[in-house]
T-cell receptor
Framework: EAQVTQNPRYLITVTGKKLTVTCSQNMNHEYMSWYRQDPGLGLRQIYYSMNVEVTDKGDVPEGYKVSRKEKRNFPLILESPSPNQTSLYFC???????????FGSGTQLSVL | AQTVTQSQPEMSVQEAETVTLSCTYDTSENNYYLFWYKQPPSRQMILVIRQEAYKQQNATENRFSVNFQKAAKSFSLKISDSQLGDTAMYFCAFGALRAGGTSYGKLTFGQGTILTVHP
């Protein structure tokens, strides 16, 4: 089944404790991206990747890191999480950026 | 920078009636594409409809259609014969293309409109 697998679905952590949210797709998509969803603000793009080893900042990249060492994986790293990073996070992929995005099931992150 | 505005935080409609969700965007680009995505309470993101700016014809997908007004930078979504399963948050999204047709990679979403369909 074609899908984007995102883990974990829920995560509670404390300020400053490094964490990684994993994202993997099995569709051989070139384009992958991360978004955060906050009430009243919609989805905002954090980082995106057009292909392996090619990543670029979205609109809200501060406090996040990504890597794209393999085509299928695009992890989101929070090196020192802060409470303002409490949010719902989505990973997405598509064959081409202007085609339909396939989204993961989301990660609800709470930073205490 | 591109901006996308959904001015209706919440809308409601009776089952079987028609509702229109508004979306406006601001860009200096001439070539771009637009989406409407739906997010039901399950929080899964589902593509509703897609429109390319160079196409004058409005996109339709079954009960869903758009009114794309390029000069006005408006991209509204019309849902006909509303069903209970249409209850969801709806997001409008914009992505710009370079002159050669390749994407910049950035995708900008609006704030979302919560639609409730009443029986």
């Amino acid at each position: 089944e074609a899908q984007v697998t995102q883990n974990p679905r829920y995560l509670i952590t404390v300020t400053g404790k490094k964490l990684t949210v994993t994202c993997s797709q099995n569709m051989n998509h070139e384009y992958m991206s991360w978004y955060r969803q906050d009430p009243g603000l919609g989805l905002r793009q954090i980082y995106y990747s057009m292909n392996v080893e090619v990543t670029d900042k979205g609109d809200v990249p501060e406090g996040y890191k990504v890597s794209r060492k393999e085509k299928r994986n695009f992890p989101l790293i929070l090196e020192s999480p802060s409470p303002n990073q409490t949010s719902l996070y989505f990973c997405a992929s598509s064959l081409l950026i202007d085609e339909k995005l396939f989204f993961g099931s989301g990660t609800q992150l709470s930073v205490l | 920078a591109q901006t996308v505005t959904q001015s209706q935080p919440e809308m409601s409609v009776q089952e079987a009636e028609t509702v229109t969700l508004s979306c406006t965007y601001d860009t200096s680009e001439n070539n771009y594409y637009l989406f409407w995505y739906k997010q039901p309470p399950s929080r899964q993101m589902i593509l509703v409809i897609r429109q390319e700016a160079y196409k004058q014809q409005n996109a339709t997908e079954n009960r869903f259609s758009v009114n794309f007004q390029k000069a006005a930078k408006s991209f509204s979504l019309k849902i006909s014969d509303s069903q209970l399963g249409d209850t969801a948050m709806y997001f409008c999204a914009f992505g710009a293309l370079r002159a050669g047709g390749t994407s910049y990679g950035k995708l900008t979403f609006g704030q979302g409109t919560i639609l409730t369909v009443h029986p």
